[in-house]
């Protein structure tokens, strides 16, 4: 498990700020990680970087993730299963970054609960667009869901109900 050490200020153990948004890579092969973390820390996010859906649930179990990147194509493990079991468990935003390709898995990947699906070979400008579009739909909607919390009655056509 690697947590990268590149980015705005790091800490004196090397590891980035703890208020920049957590992005967790999952993919087996260990310079796709080395790319994600060191591109996308020189854009103000923190990245965790693991190779198994084990690794992937350790951090997740320890700490808050922002958005996970899941390569489907891991070694004696089922990605579109992973993403599945992460999806039952939590909201956080999933893009699945892999080399399927198959329009059936695209479909399969955002029907189990994928936010997006980016296929390999990636631009990491573009996968860090993508991000970005996640973190601010998800900020939107906890932004939502945070005032309709604190409302009591709705009106609508002349009428008023009240919540109990």
């Known amino acids: ?29 260990v310079s796709i990680r080395q790319l994600i973390s060191v591109y996308l820390s020189d854009f103000d996010l923190r990245v965790t970087a693991v ?9 997740i179990e ?4 922002d958005v996970v990147l899941l390569d489907l194509r891991l070694p004696g493990e089922d ?25 059936a898995d695209r479909v399969m990947g955002l029907e189990l609960g994928a ?23 998800q900020r939107m909607h906890e932004t939502v869901a945070g005032t309709m919390a604190g409302v009591r009655a709705y009106r609508f056509a002349g009428w008023e109900l009240n919540e109990p």
């Not at 190779?51 to 951090?59: F, I, T, W």
């Not at 936010?115 to 993508?130: G, H, I, N, Q």
């Open 1 to 29: 498990m690697k947590t990268n050490s590149e980015g705005p200020s790091p800490r004196p153990d090397g590891s980035a700020p703890a208020g920049l948004p957590h992005v967790l890579a999952v993919d087996d092969d």
């Open 79 to 103: 990605g579109l299963q992973l993403a599945r079991a992460l999806r039952e468990r939590s909201k956080v935003p999933i893009i699945i970054l892999t080399g399927r390709k198959d329009e």
């Open 51 to 59: 190779a198994s859906g084990r690794e992937m649930l350790q951090v």
């Open 115 to 137: 936010d997006d699906y980016v296929t390999k070979p990636f631009s990491p400008r573009e996968l860090l667009a993508r991000i970005r579009a996640v973190l601010r739909r």
């Open 62 to 65: 320890h700490g808050p993730v």
